[in-house]
């Protein structure tokens, strides 16, 4: 604790040679999602939460990772008690709007106005719908499908591209790291439909 107000460059190897496998990280990390969803679910506008489509799951999940469950955004608890997903989207913005929790905001927002479709069209609720008509839709296909390390950021990167690239040399596309490319994003729907997601953008 004596180098903390020294600053995070404070804690450089060799400090620790400590590792986590990847299972035991996915265990700390489902642990606490359970004791977050536990605590949200006690409040009256999310009682009915595992009723909601999967997608307005997610984004209420992230805002409590960043937030604390007990958040205080009473628009936003409006809307999720009333299933009013796009009211929900409008309201889950927070701030300091700067660097991930610009990404956070933007994938939030994105995620609610995916279970108003999913809620609107009858689409089953318990599965993750993606859109594959814009960047962020694509990056997560494809950190679903295995292709990694790839920021879901929104942009389209050279990591991205190659990403891309990755995906369609491996499906027999041509090679030309589009996002859009419509073979391209037909292969990723085919794909993520065959492992139960929702997909949109095709």
């Given amino acids: 604790m004596e180098l903390a107000p020294l600053g995070h460059l404070s804690f450089q190897p060799p400090l620790t040679r400590l590792h986590v496998d990847d299972d035991e990280i996915d265990r700390h990390v489902f642990e606490k999602l359970d004791e977050m969803e536990g605590v949200l679910t006690t409040r009256p506008e999310f009682d009915d939460f595992a009723s909601w489509p999967a997608n307005a799951q997610l984004a209420t999940l992230s805002m409590c990772w960043a937030l604390g469950p007990k958040f205080p955004f009473p628009k936003f608890q409006g809307h999720v008690a009333s299933r009013n997903w796009v009211g929900a989207a409008d309201e889950c913005h927070f701030t300091p709007d700067v660097g991930t929790i610009i990404i956070r905001n ?40 295995g292709f990694k390390p790839l920021a879901q950021d929104g942009a389209d990167g050279p990591r991205t591209r190659g990403k891309v690239t990755e995906f369609q040399s491996a499906n027999g596309l041509a090679q030309n790291g589009a996002f859009n490319d419509p073979d391209t994003v037909s292969g990723l729907a085919s794909q993520l439909s065959g492992l139960g997601f929702t997909v949109f953008g095709v």
Avoid: Y
């Fill in 106 to 145: 933007k994938l939030d927002r994105a995620h609610l106005l995916l279970a108003d479709k999913v809620e609107v069209q009858g689409l089953p609720t318990e599965q993750i719908a993606l859109d594959l008509s814009d960047v962020f839709g694509v990056q997560g296909a494809l950190l679903t499908l």
